[in-house]
């Protein structure tokens, strides 16, 4: 029964998105007007429906209502609760509604409080997103059916992948995917704003909450990706350049060059083109992730999500929305204006250097992830790896960090470097004493090198914009930008300080036996088998003492799940405020000893500290901007109730 | 964003990033398109058992060691476990295979002696012996992944073939091919 209520309300919102299209479309011309009322009400009932299947599916999986084709795939009566929840999402034909449903009520929520554009660029942007919806309902209801029962009802279900059954792993997917979703409402922005030629800074303002959004959503899932690869793999490393994490980074980089062209289109109506292309590369950038994720064109560590088939269907739908958007640009963009001209040192120059910047990594890593694909095409199998994308990567960034520091200081339209002199000489002078310093400790890398000495640099110069402001007075939005520029410099250190300074021990250790790891002695005690509600493990208890210090019971586990049968690693972490102690128990050798790999890794924790602080930034950001839109909007209606009282 | 002393460039450049796209859909085209070679083989194919000696899962059959499977026929050796339902689903066709003359020595994967035995109870015993792996060594040794898994190993003690996953009723007669191929 709450099977076909999900469907029928899916059904029903596919058609109401056909509607909005149609209404938005013909409300653009001269004779559709009359129309043009019904398309705001449209978006948000059809919203709300997506929002009612979505609730469906996740009571269904909270029953573990096995009936369901998609629940007995996906899920089982022995997993705990969280992970059936999670299991809604965890699939490819929930996750598919969880984007509609987030970018149904999306819509609906622009529908109902977006009043800053016009009103024929806001029916434009509406029919953009019936037009992108109806391709995903299309997906939904001819070829994933997420509702489609299962005839006999089978005693049991399936299981989640062991590898997802994980809290962190839980909730990665879905912060991710609200970051793609998100950004899908930047690029119909662009679009209705291109369509209409209201490419101007009320078109960025209406735009940037959005941006804001999905930018933070990008950083804090990249971030928590990052750290779930890091800990559960049990290989030691937390970025691989494996091309499912090359497809969250590559959104990442577009949104984040957009949401600074964004703030320069807003502020000082320049750059319009431009802004509009990053709107569609950035929404591109996350539909070729879904579709290099979903299509398994790319062997990777996410191999579970493999579908050629879907993938086939991703890819027409990439094709339909991206090379429209990018055909409609080829014929409006050259009537789109440049907008206002700035000098080359200004803080417009900086942001466009960075934007430029930005680009060209994202270029490299959109390069180097195809790349595979592209020698295949010739005949040769390769695969692309760090060697490539970290001196590559660092051509661009380097410098880009460097602009970074310097940029906020800089005065819109014009300015001279002398200027700010006196505030550069500090972060300067440290960058240079760092370099020295550590020059002389020596035995480092030249990308960890200089990875340290920018990030002192930067983290001084980030907390530059605030000298001499009132702290309290500060508007949000600046203090969004500082912690985020502060956080990209604190977790460049910790990457800087965990390539240079790790220590790896790779030993056969017996039971009773010490092993030294940088600063750390690790006794191995005992090792047990346990059982899990789904899973049974080799436990090892070991006892660490930092520096001969008090010891920590630890208890790192070779995991091996039943359903289905798969073998994982439960790494088991330290972390001190100067770095973390990461222990992996593997297999027993025939002479009885065990295999542990131990990393003393100094200063690691800050690579994600540093993540969730750009998070951070983010959201102080976007609540600046949304707080000062609500004044606006109540501003407004002051206005207008006054001018009515008068009126009498 | 500078300039635009040259409207033709211009003009030129806006229609790149469609140009671009349709590239990279037309590679992906390309590569979906492909039949993709996905077959995992196993690297110990044409090379001699690794060394192990197991010992007895249940008291009823002898333990295992690698010295068994020289001479005579090629045999089957079959990873399974009293915890994994596939081994249960493939059951019957190692008992078809057992009743056609085809030795059979099996290894339980992290099994405790009562739980093999019930399970032999329950869904019939067509094994010659029987090891016990309590770390999964041979499975790691010989390049399998996971339960079930069934490997031929030819008179001399080299693997043949490696079938992942259950045998289905449908595949006994590939089995007894590869073991009919073995045998040269």
């Known amino acids: ?648 | 964003m500078s300039g635009g002393t040259d409207r033709k460039t211009v003009r030129w450049a806006l229609w790149l990033p469609l140009a671009l796209f349709a590239g990279f859909v037309g590679l992906v085209l390309i590569g979906l398109l492909r039949p993709a070679d996905r077959e995992v083989a196993s690297a110990m194919i044409g090379k001699p058992l690794p060394p192990f000696d197991l010992r007895a899962a249940i008291p009823d059959r002898p333990g295992l060691a690698h010295a068994q499977f020289v001479g005579g026929k090629p045999r089957l050796l079959n990873i399974f476990a009293s915890w994994c339902i596939p081994c249960a689903v493939e059951a019957p066709q190692l008992d078809a295979l057992a009743r056609q003359g085809v030795e059979i020595n099996g290894v339980a994967i992290r099994d405790r002696p009562e739980d093999v035995a019930a399970f032999l109870a329950r869904n019939g015993n067509p094994f010659a012996r029987i090891g016990a792996d309590d770390v999964s060594q041979i499975q790691l040794a010989i390049g399998s992944s996971g339960v079930p898994e069934t490997f031929v190993i030819d008179a001399k003690g080299t693997i043949r073939y490696q079938h992942i996953g259950e045998i289905r009723p449908d595949q006994v007669p590939l089995i007894l091919e590869k073991l009919k191929e073995a045998e040269q």
Not at chain 1, 12 to 33: C, D, P
Not at chain 1, 66 to 72: D, N
Not at chain 1, 133 to 145: D, E, K, R, V
Not at chain 1, 605 to 616: D, N, R, Y
């Open chain 1, 1 to 648: 029964m709450i099977a076909e209520l999900g469907l029928a309300a899916l059904w029903l919102a596919a058609a109401l998105a056909a509607l909005q299209l149609i209404a938005g479309s013909l409300g653009l011309t001269a004779r559709g007007q009359t129309l043009a009322g019904v398309v705001r009400p449209v978006a948000v009932v059809q919203g709300l429906l997506a929002l009612v299947a979505f609730a469906a599916l996740v009571v269904l999986f909270c029953q573990t209502d096995l009936s369901v084709k998609l629940v007995a795939m996906n899920s089982h009566s022995a997993k705990p609760f969280i992970f059936k929840l999670a299991g809604t999402w965890g699939n490819h034909e929930g996750s598919m509604l969880l984007w509609v449903t987030v970018m149904g009520l999306a819509g609906g929520f622009v529908a109902l409080v977006e009043r800053r554009l016009p009103e024929r660029a806001m029916l434009a942007t509406l029919a953009g997103q019936a037009f992108v919806s109806l391709g995903f309902y299309a997906f939904l209801l001819i070829s994933s059916n997420p509702f489609e029962r299962l005839n006999p009802v089978p005693a049991e279900g399936q299981g989640l992948h062991p590898l997802l059954q994980d809290i962190g792993l839980a909730f990665h997917p879905p912060t991710l995917y609200l970051g793609y979703v998100v950004i899908s409402i930047a690029f119909i922005f662009a679009i209705g704003a291109l369509v209409t030629r209201e490419v101007g800074p009320a078109f960025a303002r209406a735009m940037r909450p959005w941006v804001l959004g999905a930018w933070m959503f990008l950083t804090v899932g990249i971030t928590a990706g990052s750290y779930w690869a890091y800990y559960e793999l049990g290989w030691g490393g937390w970025w691989f350049w494996d091309p499912v994490e090359n497809a969250s980074l590559m959104p990442w980089l577009a949104a984040t060059a957009l949401l600074h062209s964004a703030s320069v289109l807003a502020a000082r109506n320049a750059l319009r083109a431009w802004t509009v292309m990053l709107g569609v590369v950035a929404f591109s950038m996350s539909m070729v992730g879904t579709f290099l994720v979903r299509s398994g064109i790319l062997t990777s560590v996410h191999a579970f999500a493999v579908d050629p088939e879907r993938g086939s269907f991703i890819l027409a739908l990439l094709a339909i929305n991206i090379g429209g958007a990018l055909t409609l640009f080829g014929l409006r963009a050259s009537s789109v204006t440049e907008g206002e001209r700035f000098a080359v040192v200004s803080r417009e120059g900086a942001l466009v250097f960075n934007n430029v910047m930005l680009s060209a990594i994202l270029g490299i890593v959109l390069f180097g992830t195809l790349y595979p694909l592209l020698a295949e095409a010739m005949g040769a199998k390769v695969s692309v790896g760090p060697p490539y994308f970290n001196p590559m990567g660092a051509l661009f960034a380097v410098p880009m960090l460097i602009v970074m520091a310097v940029g906020p200081l800089l005065r819109w339209r014009r300015d001279r470097l002398s200027r700010i002199r006196g505030g550069l000489i500090v972060p300067a002078l440290r960058v240079v004493l760092a370099g020295v310093g550590l020059g002389i400790a020596a035995h480092i890398g030249l990308l960890p090198h200089i990875g340290l000495a920018l990030a002192g640099g930067l983290a001084l110069a980030s907390l530059l914009p605030l000298r001499g402001r009132n702290l309290l007075r500060t508007p949000l939005p600046v203090w969004g930008m500082v912690v985020a520029h502060f956080g990209i410099a604190v977790s460049l250190f910790g990457m800087a300080s965990e390539s240079a300074f790790s220590v790896e021990q790779l030993v056969a250790a017996r039971v009773g036996d010490v092993m030294p790891v940088g600063p750390w002695q690790v006794r191995l005690d005992r090792i047990d088998p346990v059982a899990g509600p789904n899973w049974t493990a080799m436990e090892a208890r070991m006892y660490a003492r930092y520096q001969g210090g008090a010891p920590v019971e630890i208890h790192p586990q070779a995991r091996f799940f039943w359903t289905p049968p798969q073998q994982t690693s439960e790494s088991a972490l330290v972390t001190r405020w100067n770095g973390q102690l990461y222990a992996v128990v593997g297999d027993q050798a025939e002479d009885g000893r065990w295999q542990m790999r131990l990393w003393w890794k100094p200063f690691a924790p800050m690579i994600w500290l540093g993540g969730l602080l750009v998070g951070l930034g983010g959201l102080l950001a976007l609540l600046g901007r949304v707080a000062s839109d609500l004044r606006r909007i109540s501003a407004r209606h002051k206005i207008a109730f006054r001018r009515e009282r008068q009126g009498r």
